[in-house]
């Protein structure tokens, strides 16, 4: 009896102890699958983030390069100068439709003069003479800064983003070429990839330039300007004071991502592009796998002690498996870091990388020079050769240059056929130094068909005061100058 009641005391510690055990497993499995949830979903929206903005920047280059060939045509702007805008219409009239055939978002084609009076908008050629000065603020800065700005601004006749550019032709400054794009193009793109569905916002007091007004249903400042399969009964639920937001309902889990911004032209947010896509299998099979896993300790506990050591190392094995899993989830949202700020073609930074940096470099008031350069007659390599050769012409260049700079010097392509190096904690003297040899080395450098190429540079040290603005202006200026000095040369 005495023996019994010992028995019942070691099996009632045990009892507890498996207890103690099996509960606490279950709490470990609870946090365990918690975390890989939100693993899954900060991967799931970085991915969506970096195919947001490199669909952003392809965008942007692709509607420069396309500006670059209208602003070349002697006939456009000889048109454009002159403002015979039936004749330009007619002249363009088969270009704007095709693209709009390419890119179904493609809308807004819009020239305008140096006051911001409306010459031509090929999406609406009956409107035109109207001063754009204060409805549309980026055509005024680009008017008076010539330089390129981008961003979404809502128009009289529409919501679009903007690609708005100086029209500069042979040195003489025309007015502004501005191509628009439909906000559903960074949804098709999300789309495509993610099979999400989303909401288009815009900023309620943004909408009161429109000639046709329209109610739209609110949400907070914004107005709910499109809905892509995206179920009205989620509206109400939206906070977009959080970036991520998991909504359940009729049995069903959804991730909801709040921050896909679309700036204007001084970087503040205009509109915004809410998505949600469907997670339910992965928390239905996490769920799953939670009981299951559970379940079996259970029974494992219950059957017999000796076997606990073999079940955890086989769940430990499972914890590994796993987080190599998360490993490799982590090494491809890298590597699309990595991508979103490398130039595709050339494999060397982009400009939206070297913009980042060229700031947070001189913020750290680090010392020394940038050099600006780009091709000389580029326009006639491809127009003689064709783009395929153009674009060897540009892999070349870019080795060149890279075998002749340091570990630490910092090189880009700014876009088309400009490029720009940060050469640190070198003096101006010996930067120039260094352009002339980078000047030399792509003049004596055999290119395929033996085609002669020469560079143009610009060479300025970075100074205490300067800002990235005001550095890339200054370069630019040089490089300028150098090619009104006959190209192949370098001005600093």
Known sequence: MKNNHIALKYMFALSFILAVMFLFRVYYDVKHYDSMLEVQKQTLTNNMVSLFQSSEKSLVDKYRILNTHFINSNLIAHYFKTKQREKLYKLLKKDYE??????????????????????????????????????????????????????????????????TVPFIHNGEHLGVLEFGIKPEYFVDSLNEKYDVNSLILVKKEKLDVLIKKKEYQQLGPYAIVSKINFPEKFI??????????????????????TNLNLYDYKGEVVSKILVMKDITSFIDNKNSSLLFVN??????????????????????????????????????????????????????????????????????????????????????????Y????GDKVLKSIS??????????????????????????NLELDMAIQKAQQFRKCIEEYQFEKNIPVTISLGVAEVEENDTKNELMKKVDALLYKAKNNGRNCIEY
């Open 98 to 163: 095709d693209i709009k055939e390419i890119d179904s978002n493609f809308f807004v084609m819009h020239f305008i003069d140096t006051n911001n009076i409306t010459v031509l908008r090929m999406h609406k050629p009956e409107s035109y003479d109207d001063d754009l000065t204060i409805k549309r603020p980026i055509i005024a800065s680009v008017n008076k800064m010539l330089k390129t700005q981008t961003g979404f601004e809502v128009g009289k006749n529409g919501m679009v983003y903007r690609v």
């Open 236 to 257: 109400k639920t939206i906070d977009l004071n959080q970036s991520t937001q998991v909504i359940y309902t009729n049995h069903k889990y959804y991730l909801l991502y």
């Open 295 to 384: 379940l079996l300790s259970l029974i494992v506990f219950l059957i017999i002690i000796s076997l606990m050591y073999i079940i955890f190392n086989q769940f430990s094995s499972e914890i590994q498996k796993n987080m190599k899993t998360i490993t490799i989830l982590n090494k491809k949202s890298k590597y699309l870091h990595t991508k979103a700020n490398t130039d595709e073609l050339t494999s060397i930074y982009n400009k939206r990388y070297f913009d980042n940096y060229l700031e947070g470099f001189i913020k750290l008031g680090n010392k020394g020079s940038i050099i600006f350069f780009d091709i000389d007659h580029f326009k006639d390599i491809n127009d003689t």
């Open 386 to 389: 064709g783009h395929p050769i």
């Open 399 to 424: 080795k060149c240059i890279r075998e002749h700079i340091r570990k630490n010097d910092t090189f880009a392509r700014w876009g088309g056929e400009e490029f720009v190096i940060i050469l640190h």
